[in-house]
């Protein structure tokens, strides 16, 4: 199950992410994103655990909770939408 956090410390890099993950269960991959230009951190992230109940658990767990001064918004990751080119 692929999950989205946002709010995420700048610097939390894609392995610290997996491990705040992986108190709750199996990570399969982790993956923080970053600006094009700069490389900083846009503070989001997506996680996927294997186990649904383990990612659901997460979720209830990390929502709202504070990392490095930062307080988490985490939620089941929606289908991202195609890019219309016009």
Do not use: H
Not at 48 to 72: F, Q, T, Y
């Amino acid at each position: 199950m692929e999950i989205f956090v946002a709010g995420l410390p700048w610097a939390v890099d894609k392995e610290r992410l997996k491990d705040i993950f992986a108190e709750f269960g199996k990570v399969t991959w982790s993956k923080v994103i970053y600006e094009r230009e700069t490389q900083k951190s846009r503070g989001i992230g997506f996680v996927c655990m294997v186990d649904s109940d383990e990612a659901l658990n997460a979720i209830k767990c990390l929502n709202g909770s504070v990392v490095d001064g930062r307080k988490l918004f985490v939620d089941v990751a929606k289908p991202r939408e195609s890019r219309a080119d016009s």
